[in-house]
């Protein structure tokens, strides 16, 4: 499915989008940052194809593009699907049976940490600290978060996304 999703996303459309960006932005100061916040928002994520145009239009090394993508965890190499579920696995979370629902979410969804589902709908990842402790187990799907989670409320709470 990977390399579908990716020549989906790798368009002449696309291209196009991101010259306009990086053309629009390049002689700013700390041009780097925002030119890649709009290359994930047009492709929905940054691969080495779309990092090897912004290195070359930037003239910056490709190997500083990649470092400032794989640091920064708002950046992603590869799609995302529509759906991102984030389960904390930190302490609390941890001992309040997180492992369980991680286990859930993998066996309902057929996909692994940082996996995405086939349908493109579900990708699923390990957090940590979400700042919600007293709601322990907590998992975040976009921007809605659920506590006080039991395995056996994950097929209800997939079941509103599907």
């Given at each position: 499915?990977?390399?579908?999703?990716?020549?989906e996303i790798?368009?002449?459309k696309?291209?196009?989008?991101?010259?306009?960006?990086?053309e629009?932005?390049?002689?700013?100061?700390?041009a780097?940052?925002?030119?890649?916040?709009?290359?994930?928002?047009?492709?929905?994520?940054?691969?080495i194809?779309?990092?090897t145009?912004?290195?070359e239009k930037l003239?910056?090394?490709?190997?500083?593009?990649?470092?400032v993508?794989?640091?920064?965890?708002?950046f992603?190499?590869v799609?995302k699907?529509?759906?991102?579920i984030?389960?904390c696995?930190?302490?609390?979370?941890?001992?309040?049976?997180?492992?369980?629902?991680l286990?859930?979410?993998?066996?309902?969804?057929?996909?692994?940490?940082?996996?995405?589902?086939?349908?493109?709908?579900?990708?699923l990842?390990?957090?940590r600290?979400?700042?919600?402790?007293?709601?322990?187990?907590?998992?975040v799907?976009?921007?809605?978060?659920?506590?006080?989670?039991?395995?056996g409320?994950?097929?209800g709470?997939l079941?509103?996304?599907k």
């Open positions: 499915m990977e390399k579908q999703v990716m020549k790798l368009n002449e696309n291209f196009a989008a991101l010259d306009q960006s990086i629009a932005n390049k002689d700013r100061k700390g780097l940052m925002p030119i890649l916040h709009e290359a994930q928002n047009i492709f929905g994520a940054l691969p194809e779309v990092q145009i912004i290195s003239d910056i090394p490709l190997a500083e593009v990649y470092g993508v794989t640091f920064y965890s708002q992603s190499l799609p699907g529509e759906f991102v984030g389960l696995l930190g302490t609390a979370c941890y001992v309040k049976g997180a492992q369980n629902i286990d859930r979410l993998e066996t309902e969804l057929g996909i692994k940490v940082g996996e995405t589902s086939e349908d493109g709908k579900f990708t990842e390990a957090t600290c979400l700042g919600c402790c007293g709601l322990a187990p907590v998992m799907i976009n921007e809605k978060v659920y506590g006080r989670l039991e395995p409320q994950i097929t709470i079941k509103q996304y």
